[in-house]
């Protein structure tokens, strides 16, 4: 589970289920707070996060259990009203949505 808004802003807190055991644990907490809304995307060993208050973006690498700030994303929106999804296209394939 990553952030979500409440009464004085947007959550910067992550939390993961064991869906095996119901186990609850607290992983770090992103940089930004968000009200995330669909707009978290699993690529490999990360999970990245984008939008909330601002055109950040980030990703969590699972592994080393730390957030990694990527570039600001080109949209002056901060897609905190929007439903939305992302997906991932690896490099070879990158040409074909040009």
């Known amino acids: ?7 004085s802003g947007f959550s910067p807190y992550v939390e993961q289920v064991d869906i095996k055991t119901g186990q609850w644990k607290t992983l770090p907490v ?6 995330l809304r669909n ?14 208050l601002n055109s950040k973006a980030e990703k969590f690498n699972h592994k080393e259990k730390r957030w990694i700030a990527l570039s ?3 949209l002056s929106d ?3 009203s929007w439903a939305c999804a992302l997906t991932y296209v690896p490099q070879e394939y990158s ?3 040009q």
């Open 72 to 74: 600001e994303y080109p």
């Open 78 to 80: 901060n897609l905190d």
């Open 30 to 35: 992103m940089n930004e707070g968000r009200d």
């Open 95 to 97: 040409n074909l949505i």
């Open 1 to 7: 589970m990553f952030g979500g808004g409440f009464s």
């Open 39 to 52: 707009k978290v995307c699993f690529v490999d060993e990360h999970a990245y996060a984008v939008g909330g």
